[in-house]
Antibody, heavy 121, light 110 residues
């Protein structure tokens, strides 16, 4: 079964750090670009970050640039999001998603269940 | 506000047809980038509903269809069912080198 499972969310103080993980299974992880998308409580989807299949290219939304780092370990089939200098506005459910590539029109065809990040003192 | 504009809410009775619009600009939808649609049932992760403007992934009923014209796109749902009650999001790519989402539309089945 094709699956993405996020972990690492939790409660963190403002200014703190957290690392999210996304474990992939059921497909050739190293062949796909991957993304992080977040959703604040009661709000819509917000794009966060992307990484190419080999990890050589990354992209960040302006709202997280300089504070978050996306990475991947293709040998472990795992995607990461290192989050630093966390703010109240970073509080959200964080989803990892697979980029379906050219055959999928670039749509995000597989999503994880999400992991909640709470930023509060 | 979101780069892609969607109505906050739409509603319809069971069996009816509803449409959800997604309005962009010349830097995203109008630039030729594909539009994708996602369905998010309450308390769950988003699920891909339509990709590449009008294509349905395997398992998505043909009651769902998508179209694109100019700087806008639409999602149509026919034969509305209670289980269709959810939030719907459009997505595209922007020439500013960014993936963008619409603000989301809450569908209520009356």
């Amino acid at each position: 079964e094709v699956q993405l499972v996020e972990s690492g969310g939790g409660l963190v103080q403002p200014g703190g750090s957290l690392r999210l993980s996304c474990a992939a299974s059921g497909f050739t992880f190293s062949s796909y670009a991957m993304h992080w998308v977040r959703q604040a409580p009661g709000k819509g989807l917000e794009y966060v970050s992307a990484i190419s299949s080999n990890g050589g290219s990354t992209y960040y939304a302006n709202s997280v640039k300089g504070r978050f780092t996306i990475s991947r370990d293709n040998s472990k089939n795992t995607l990461y999001l290192q989050m630093g200098s966390l703010r109240a506005e970073d509080m959200a459910v964080y989803y990892c998603a697979r980029d379906g590539g050219a055959t999928g029109g670039g749509a995000f065809d597989i999503w994880g269940q999400g992991t909640m990040v709470t930023v509060s003192s | 506000q979101s780069v892609l504009t969607q109505p906050p809410s739409v509603s319809g009775a069971p069996g009816q047809r509803v449409t959800i619009s997604c309005t962009g600009s010349s830097s995203n939808i109008g630039a030729g980038y594909d539009v994708h649609w996602y369905q998010q049932l309450p308390g769950t992760a988003p699920k891909l509903l339509i990709y590449g403007n009008s294509n349905r992934p395997s398992g998505v009923p043909d009651r769902f269809s998508g179209s694109k014209s100019g700087t806008s796109a639409s999602l149509a749902i026919t034969g509305l069912q209670a289980e269709d009650e959810a939030d719907y999001y459009c997505q595209s790519y922007d020439s500013s080198l960014s993936w963008v989402f619409g603000g989301g539309t809450k569908l209520t089945v009356l």
